[in-house]
């Protein structure tokens, strides 16, 4: 099945942990991703929430393999700013193999944050954020 980000946006959070689980890591990315936020997932406002997301706080990232770094798509104007380290390493879902994104290292801003993902399409990634060691919210990157 083809996925994107209009589907994600319909998805129950059983339904995305489910996803994110069935999939590979697939290949680390390189170049600029769009990205969105999937909050609230299986609610009447995940689609509100994420254009609002989209709109005012983050767009997408941008990743560079040679590096092994990304930053992020931030604000209304698309700063690229927030650095992660890029890796592959067990989830913490499920143990199995995925693509992380640790700031732990690299921001002062988001030194809580660990991003996980996985790819469920050709180009196209699904990912889980946490906060310290708790998931909170899901995204989708497409390249």
């Known amino acids: ?3 994107t980000a209009k589907k994600l946006l319909t998805m129950t959070d059983a339904e995305l942990s489910d996803l ?8 680390i990315p390189n170049g ?7 909050v609230a997932p299986g609610t009447p406002f995940t689609q509100d929430i994420a254009q609002v997301i989209n709109i005012f706080a983050w767009q997408g990232k ?3 393999t040679e590096k092994m770094a990304l930053v992020n798509k931030i604000s209304v104007f698309g700063l690229e700013a927030i650095l992660a380290h890029i890796s592959r390493e067990p989830s913490w879902i499920d143990g199995k193999e995925c693509i992380v994104l640790d700031y ?3 921001s002062v801003v988001a ?3 660990r991003d996980e993902m996985r790819l469920i399409s050709p180009g196209f990634y699904l990912g889980r954020v946490f906060w310290k060691d708790d998931p909170i919210i899901y995204f989708s990157l497409e390249f």
């Open 1 to 3: 099945m083809t996925y």
């Open 20 to 27: 994110f689980s069935r999939s590979e890591p697939g290949p």
């Open 62 to 64: 941008v990743f560079n």
């Open 104 to 106: 732990s290292k690299t």
């Open 32 to 38: 600029q991703a769009q990205g969105t936020a999937i």
């Open 111 to 113: 030194h809580w944050v």
